[in-house]
């Protein structure tokens, strides 16, 4: 069980490095072509609604469904998050 942790851990260590690297690399390239990169924050992204703005866990039942309680907006719930983000 420790060396699982310690496994985990380690994972975690790289993939936040990698992303971190890839971060630099987009806003130097985004700099190059005077472009804008702008860091949003993905929090709650897949409870909130495109359409009304409404928030809520129960909006997002299921992995891939979205279903707004408020308005009855229904989508992909990937596509309903990257509309908001």
């Known amino acids: 069980p420790n060396m699982r942790k310690a496994k985990a851990g380690l994972n975690r260590e790289l993939l936040s490095k990698g992303l971190a ?3 630099e690399f987009l806003e130097y390239k ?18 909130e609604c495109a359409n009304c703005g ?11 469904n979205f279903l707004c309680l408020l308005c009855g907006n229904h989508d992909n719930a990937d596509i309903n998050a990257a509309k908001i983000i």
């Open 54 to 64: 409404h928030t809520h866990a129960d909006n997002r039942k299921t992995q891939d």
């Open 30 to 47: 985004a700099k190059k072509y005077g472009k804008l990169v702008v860091k949003v924050s993905p929090h709650y992204s897949s409870q």
């Open 21 to 23: 690297k890839t971060i």
